[in-house]
């Protein structure tokens, strides 16, 4: 199987903005072993302006775009780094690509994008996308991850789009406020109420929220990708996803 693997801020990091080493040593082990057993994998990772706020030791994430876009320089050299070590234990490589709306809305560019890709995943690599937050403004900028999963889903063939989060799925409301919510493990067709479950924001580092997923959800289940949101604190869940087990919300890709 070809298989993106989304992971969020709050995955990798303590609420501290300093990486959650554990955790990355989980997700890179499980995700060696997966491509060990013959799947492609793709990574887009969050977590740069986090891991640079951490690096700098600032109290709270800038709200300013130099000090932010700064911050998503220093952080992206770190993840990379981190991943980099981690993957070099089981003797797989990592490629980073950076990119903007332009990248993908350029149907030049959008193609050479694409080469790269299927050239990496073709040699063997783990390629690991992120949005370029150090150049990008409003204007250009596809504004959240989970729709960059999607874009990068879609672009490279993927059977199933897998978005680590920091809860276990899309619940009927949101949990955080609704104690009494219920989560819904299967999801065959974007109905306007699913799409009216999806809330704002949940965490200071994080930027997408459930409306994002589900209209990451759209993008790829269109295309025939399933998408499965579960929850990134426990990597080991992956292989059972893979395997089709229940794990999370599974939306299914039209076929
Ligand atoms: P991540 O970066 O890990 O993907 P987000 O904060 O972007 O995390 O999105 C997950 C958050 O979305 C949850 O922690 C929760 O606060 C919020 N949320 C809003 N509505 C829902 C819902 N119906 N089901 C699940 N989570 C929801």
């Known amino acids: 199987m070809r298989i993106v693997v989304k992971i969020g801020t709050s995955t990798l990091t303590h609420s501290t903005g300093l990486i959650n080493i554990r955790r990355v040593e989980q997700l890179c082990r499980v995700l060696s072993d997966l491509k060990n057993a013959g799947h492609d994998i793709i990574m887009v990772s969050s977590g740069a302006i986090g891991m640079g706020v951490g690096k700098l030791s600032l109290n709270e994430k800038p709200t300013d775009i130099p000090t932010k876009q700064a911050c998503a320089a220093l952080g992206q050299c770190e993840l990379m780094y981190t991943y980099d070590q981690e993957f070099s234990k089981y003797n797989h490589n990592v490629a980073q690509i950076l990119i903007t709306s332009a990248d993908v809305e350029n149907e030049k560019y959008h193609n050479n994008f694409r ?42 063939n993927a059977d199933l789009i897998i978005i680590l989060s920091d809860i276990d799925g899309l619940y009927d409301k949101n949990p955080r406020t609704n104690p009494d919510a219920k989560l819904i493990s299967e999801v065959r067709e974007i109905t306007p109420e699913i799409t009216v479950m999806g809330g704002s924001a949940g965490s ?52």
Do not use: Q, W
């Not at 040699?123 to 504004?143: A, F, K, Q, R």
């Not at 990708?225 to 059972?240: E, F, H, R, T």
């Open 115 to 156: 080469n790269t890709l299927s050239r990496l995943v073709e040699l063997g690599v783990i390629p690991i996308i992120n949005e370029n937050d150090s150049i990008s403004t409003e204007e250009i900028s596809i504004g959240d991850n989970d729709t960059l999963g999607a874009i990068v889903a879609v672009s490279v």
């Open 204 to 255: 200071g580092l994080a930027t997408g929220g459930m409306h994002t997923k589900i209209k990451a959800a759209h993008i790829v289940t269109e295309k025939g990708i399933d998408m499965v949101i579960a929850n990134g604190s426990n990597p080991d869940c992956l292989y059972k996803i893979v395997e089709g087990g229940s794990v999370g919300t599974r939306f299914y890709g039209r076929k």
